[in-house]
């Protein structure tokens, strides 16, 4: 029974945690307005400033709903060689790259 | 009758006194002659609108709305200097009256387009696009479609139309993104395009440009080294791979907006380009498309632009390197001065005779006009997220 509690605890816990790391929630208020700029400004110069689409594809909920999550992840980070999509570790942790995956899997509210 | 009821009357023809004398000295909307030649065009992106402003004095006249998505946008302007004409990247393609301060004609020609022309007599308007991709041309006048090219290659898909501008004997010149292919059409016959195809020209051309004589068409290649020259004298001689050495063996620099190539400097015989992944400023011989130097500058370079005298080159620079300006000095090849305006600077633009530049800086709100002599800062203008600034002095340029 303990064992068992002990089990849910944990479970608990660590699905805490796993909602924490979607949400973002280490990212502060300030960085999260940071990175939604980025979003809009620097990946809509390719992506379009209401994500339609441009040079790049577009990064509508309708369309990276289909993708998987990790690759959108990785694609932000490592960029796409043999395309004109840059790796953005540069700039980015891959804290931040998984919160502006999650935005544009939850939908962004552009211009 | 009471005095009291006499006051509020007397007071109400003071009021409509009042009233009418400030209509009457408020900025006058086309009442008052005025010329064209000093007025320009700021695009305020996030905010759908754009800035009608003056350069004799550095002042905004009026603010135009309800343009739609203006990231990306550019404007053109008609030869009389009157009307506007803003492309904007949902495909919408809008003419400002300059004089009066409106939309005359605003059209959604497309899903997403990147960018347009005007033709040489003035009467065509050629907007290039992304989806679906090819350039539709329109009628000046009333913005009624008179041509549409699809970029069809391989198998019929459509390819992203990049670089479109006008050339002499009215053709317009574009690269196509996807094909790595240039097209030529010619508008004599403006219902019936005659176009003339340059294929393998090399991998993602980027923008093009042409120079300021209107004789030589080339395509920034961010695919590969090099760009793609083209004869417009001999188109029968096809396009040329210039620079095909430049970077090699050079670890590229990841690229987080693409160069731009409007605005080509020309200083007696050299050329001064962006290069790609390389946070330098090519200096390339116009005699023999030979590179003769790099210039190492502060990030990868966006726009690089010449003062209208061509003694300076002005730079700006991709995201995390947009806070800053360099100015070269066309003579020494050297950075002589490196301004720090703030965070997002998108483009700029030199007054007609180039004695001072305005400059925009998105993040900070603000257009900010530069002394080119003393490069000093000598006036701000407030800016909804401005991006492109645009004079009127573009109306008479080849290629803008």
Redesign the interface.
Same mark, same amino acid.
């Given at each position: 029974m303990l064992r068992l509690i002990g089990i849910s605890v944990c479970s608990l816990l660590s699905a805490c945690l796993l909602t924490t790391a979607v949400a973002g929630q280490g990212i502060t208020p300030a960085r999260q307005a940071e990175l939604h700029e980025l979003l809009i400004e620097d990946c809509g110069s390719c992506h379009g400033s209401r994500l339609h689409g441009g040079l790049g594809p577009a990064l509508t909920q309708q369309r990276v709903k289909k993708l998987s999550r990790d690759m959108l992840i990785e694609t932000v980070l490592a960029g796409r060689p043999g395309t004109a999509m840059p790796p953005w570790n540069t700039m980015l942790s891959r804290e931040e790259a998984t919160w502006l995956v999650d935005q544009l899997l939850k939908g962004v509210k552009t211009p | 009758m009471k005095p009291n009821t006499r006051i509020p009357l007397s007071f109400l023809w003071r009021m409509v006194l009042i009233i009418s004398t400030i209509t009457a000295s408020a900025p006058v909307v086309a009442d008052e002659l005025r010329g064209t030649g000093d007025l320009g065009v700021i695009i305020e992106? =996030? /905010?759908?609108s754009v800035q009608i402003i003056e350069t004799t004095h550095n002042t905004s006249l009026a603010r135009v709305d309800g343009l739609g *998505?203006l /990231?990306?946008a550019s404007v053109v302007f008609s030869r009389d200097e009157r009307y506007a004409y803003v492309f904007g990247? *949902?495909g919408g393609l809008t003419k400002i009256d300059l004089l009066k301060h409106r939309i005359v004609k605003r059209i959604m020609q497309s899903?997403?387009s990147?960018g347009g022309a005007i033709s040489q007599n003035g009467k065509l308007v050629a907007v290039s696009n992304? =989806?679906p991709g090819g350039v539709k041309v329109f009628d000046a006048d009333t913005l009624k479609l008179v041509a549409d090219i699809p970029a069809s290659y391989a198998d019929g898909k459509l390819s992203?139309v990049i670089g479109l501008v006008d050339a002499p004997g009215n053709r317009f010149v574009f690269s196509l993104?996807d094909a790595g292919e240039i097209w030529i059409a010619d508008m004599h016959q403006p219902s019936r395009p005659k176009i003339t195809r340059f294929k393998n020209i090399g991998t993602?051309p980027?923008d093009g440009l042409i120079t300021p004589d209107g004789r030589y068409y080339i395509a920034g290649l961010?695919g590969e080294d090099g760009m793609a020259l083209l004869d417009l004298w001999h188109p029968e001689l096809g396009v040329k791979h210039i620079l095909p050495d430049y970077g090699k063996g050079d670890k590229k620099l990841?690229?987080?907006?693409?160069p731009h190539l409007e605005g080509w400097t020309v200083a007696g015989t050299h050329a001064f380009v962006p290069a790609v992944g390389h946070h330098e400023v090519l200096v390339i011989d116009t005699q023999n498309w030979k590179q003769v130097a790099r210039i190492p500058v502060f990030g990868q370079p966006v726009f690089v632009m010449a003062r209208p005298d061509a003694r300076q080159v002005w730079v700006n620079f991709a995201?995390?390197n947009n806070h800053k300006v360099q100015v070269i000095d066309t003579e020494s090849l050297k950075v002589i001065k490196t301004l720090e305006p703030g965070k997002?600077v998108l483009h700029m633009e030199f007054e007609p005779r180039g004695e001072q530049v305005w400059i925009s800086v998105?993040?900070k709100n603000q257009v900010q006009v530069y002394d080119t002599e003393t490069l000093q800062l000598i006036k701000t203008l407030p800016a909804i997220k401005p991006s492109g600034i645009f004079n009127t002095s573009r109306a008479h340029k080849l290629g803008l």
């Open positions: - | 992106r =996030t /905010s759908g *998505d /990231s990306h990247r *949902d899903g997403n990147i992304y =989806t992203k993104w993602n980027y961010f990841p690229v987080y907006k693409m995201v995390p997002g998105r993040d």
